[in-house]
Each structure stands twice: as structure tokens, then as C-alpha cells.
């Protein structure tokens, strides 16, 4: 193991144990771990010669200007924040990383400014709500996010002041103007990369995404005296329509659709249910594939509540349009894979990343690294040695080839 896989699999790691939960790594948006790892980073930044703050949104920053600056500046991050018990890598390790990345380009003497962003927030744990962080860098936070309230009632508002920080001041977080290029490693959370034996691959884009709950309503009675003629049993539609939604995803390529929450009422052992609400989670690189897929599920689930003479209700809580990556750094992206003797390959994102919101404001492009065993959003999410050394192959041609473009 070289000495940089084994510096970053160790900083990841670390940063794993400041969390908000002993025993299991929880770390929402600006909780009091959140300090720790900023000073922690920061510590690492400073020593790589960088100016360092955040932002006000609580994005961790660090620029790195190199003595005779080209001006135009590339921005290497990923998300600081977690889902409830996490693995080390979702998010930090595109940060930890991105630090070898300043390494390597002190190292070949390069000419272009580089900045490590941290983002405070991704996964939208705390309030309901993802990609805060580059929301703000990207320059399209919405001012009535503010009013955003958490589960023990704190407003975001409240939440940026506690951190010490100015939510007046958002605007200012809006990535320089000068930026030509925003990269996001982060490891792949599925099962792709691993089942081809590829140690990386370059992000095309990121699926498009139709989130929302579906409710059936029917009539609740007593399990016992009920005939099962008779019966109104909102659960048993609800468990004949999740079989079809996957049906559905299995007959159509490309389309993943998940139930992954069912809430039932009276939610009682001898009582027919009287209500049962489902999620639906349906996703595809093609939009028209996935709200025609959506549009069959929902006609699906009207027709057998008329069957079984229910009624159903359908909330839409996220419409997301697939995201295409920029085309001239992905199509560099995979170029340098190969020149770095890697097998070269593309993928689709099954799951949302910042790069997603940032493309809106930079030409944006990720590399995935592979997740052994497919893991993530879990304590047992991993990464090799092998495949960080790979990436940094990779990132060490990526920046040349990038500081020749725009120096």
C-alpha cells in the first residue's frame, strides 16, 4: 500500500469517529461534529500552504495559488455530512482525496489554482432537504430554505447562526467566477464497478429521480368477523401493487423502481388495515422512460383500488430531471483512465451527488472508485488501496491535461 492510499483510507477513518452517536458514525448538517472535522481539515489544508474558511452555509473551503497563477481555478470536493450510521467513505473521501490532489499538483509545479470544498450538507437528513452546500456554491440557494425546521424545531436560520455564521451572507458562498472545472470523486454505492472488476470510471451523469408516497385508503375492521369478501384491506393493495412496481423495473431496462416505507393504520395484528401508505422511489437515466413509468404504476394502482373498492392518493414529494455532466471534462475524464493503463469504462449514477447541482454553475464531472461488495450508506461501506492508488493515477494526468486547457 503506497503511502497516499494509506494516508487517505486512515484520514477517512478518522473522520468517521467524530460523529453525533457513540458506537456508529452519524453526522448531520452542522451538528457539533461538524467543527471537529473542519478543524481537523483545516489542520491539513494549512499544512498544504492553503487559505482556508467557510463559508456561509458551512461549506469547508481551502484554496490552494500556486506562485504564478494561471487564474483559472478547478474545484475538487465532496460532502462532509451522513446518513444515520454510515460507512467512512460516502462523501469524505472525495474531500480527504482532493487534498492528493493539491499534493500532486504542488509536486508537477502546475500552474492552476485549486480549491477543496467540503460541502456541509448532501444528504438532506437533518431537514428533509439535500445538497444545502452546493445549492449555495452553485448559486441557487433559495432564500425561503431559511425557514427550513429540523425535528427538534430549530430553523435553518437558527442552525447557520448557532454555527457562528452569517445566513445573510449566502450569496457570497457562489463558487469564483474564474472556476473552469469542478471534479467529485466519490465511491460508486452500487455494485457495477465491482461486479466488472474495475478499479474506476467516469461519470456520465445522474439518473433522474420521482420520489413521492402513494396512499390507500379502504376500511379498518376487525380481523375475525370480517369475511374476506367483505373486506376493504388497504395493506393487501398496497402488497399487490409494490409486487407490480417491481414487475415493472424488471421488465424495463434501465429503470430502477423501489418501495422502501409502508405506514399502516390502525397497524394493529387483528385488525384489517384501513389505510397503507408507500413510498415509491423511481429512477432512470431517461426521463420520458421515467415518468411514463411512474404514469403505468399510478394508472396500476388506480385500477386495482377500483377492484377492491378503495380509494388511492398520490403525493409527489421530488420531480428531479436527469443531469448530464459536462462532455468535455467526462470525455477528458475517460481519456486520462486510459492513458493511465487503466480498463476504461462509463457509467450512469444511480444515486445524486453535488457535482449534479454544481454542473448548473461549472462544467462538472466525477469518478467513481469502486465500492467493494456493492456497500454503502452502511458501516460495512469500503475501499481499496488498490483502487485509491488507480484514481490518483488517474488524477495526476487529469490535472496536466486540464492545466494545459485552460493555463
Known amino acids: 500500500m503506497s503511502d497516499r492510499a494509506r494516508r487517505v483510507i486512515h484520514e477517512c477513518r478518522r473522520i468517521a469517529s467524530m460523529t453525533e452517536e457513540a458506537g456508529r458514525t452519524t453526522r448531520r448538517y452542522l451538528t457539533p461534529p461538524m467543527r471537529s472535522v473542519h478543524a481537523h481539515l483545516r489542520e491539513r489544508m494549512e499544512s498544504l500552504g492553503m487559505d482556508v474558511g467557510v463559508d456561509a452555509v458551512g461549506n469547508l473551503r481551502g484554496i490552494w495559488e500556486p506562485p504564478e497563477s494561471c487564474g483559472n481555478r478547478l474545484i475538487i470536493g465532496s460532502h462532509l455530512d451522513t446518513v444515520p450510521n454510515a460507512g467512512a467513505f460516502d462523501g469524505v473521501l472525495g474531500v480527504v482525496i482532493a487534498l492528493e490532489w493539491v499534493r500532486i499538483a504542488q509536486e508537477m509545479r502546475l500552474n492552476i489554482p485549486l480549491e477543496i470544498i467540503g460541502f456541509s450538507e448532501e444528504e438532506g437528513v437533518r431537514f428533509g432537504v439535500p445538497f444545502l452546500g452546493s445549492r449555495a456554491v452553485a448559486g441557487c440557494f433559495d432564500e425561503g430554505l431559511l425557514h427550513l425546521v429540523d425535528a427538534e424545531g430549530n430553523s435553518l436560520r437558527e442552525v447557520i447562526r448557532d454555527f457562528g455564521l452569517d445566513p445573510s451572507r449566502v450569496e457570497l458562498a457562489v463558487a469564483d467566477s474564474h472556476s473552469r472545472g469542478f471534479v467529485e470523486v466519490h465511491i460508486e454505492q452500487g455494485p457495477v464497478l465491482d461486479a466488472a472488476g474495475l478499479s474506476v470510471a467516469a461519470v456520465t451523469g445522474i439518473v433522474g429521480q420521482t420520489r413521492g408516497t402513494l396512499t390507500f385508503n379502504g376500511h379498518a ?121 487503466l480498463p476504461g469504462t462509463r457509467i450512469t449514477s444511480g444515486a445524486g451527488h453535488d457535482a449534479m447541482i454544481m454542473v448548473k454553475r461549472v462544467p462538472s464531472t466525477m469518478l467513481f472508485l469502486r465500492s467493494p461488495g456493492g456497500v454503502s450508506h452502511d458501516p460495512a461501506e469500503s475501499v481499496t488501496a488498490e483502487d485509491i492508488e488507480a484514481s490518483l493515477l488517474v488524477a495526476r494526468r487529469f490535472l496536466e491535461r486540464f492545466a494545459v486547457n485552460v493555463g
Open 221 to 341: 375492521n376487525h380481523a375475525g368477523t370480517t369475511p374476506m369478501h367483505l373486506r376493504r384491506d388497504a395493506l393487501a393493495a398496497a402488497a399487490e401493487w409494490i409486487l407490480a412496481v417491481e414487475g415493472l423495473a424488471q421488465q424495463c431496462p434501465g429503470l430502477a423502481a423501489t418501495v422502501g416505507r409502508i405506514v399502516t393504520e390502525p397497524n394493529a395484528a387483528n385488525v384489517v388495515a384501513g389505510a397503507a401508505a408507500v413510498s415509491l422511489d423511481c429512477r432512470h437515466a431517461d426521463d420520458s422512460m421515467r415518468i411514463s413509468a411512474v404514469s403505468q404504476l399510478l394508472e396500476g394502482a388506480r385500477a386495482l383500488a377500483a377492484r377492491r373498492r378503495i380509494t388511492v392518493q398520490w403525493a409527489e414529494q421530488l420531480n428531479q430531471s436527469a443531469v448530464q455532466m459536462d462532455e468535455q471534462l467526462t470525455a477528458l475524464m475517460a481519456r486520462v483512465i486510459q492513458e493511465a493503463g
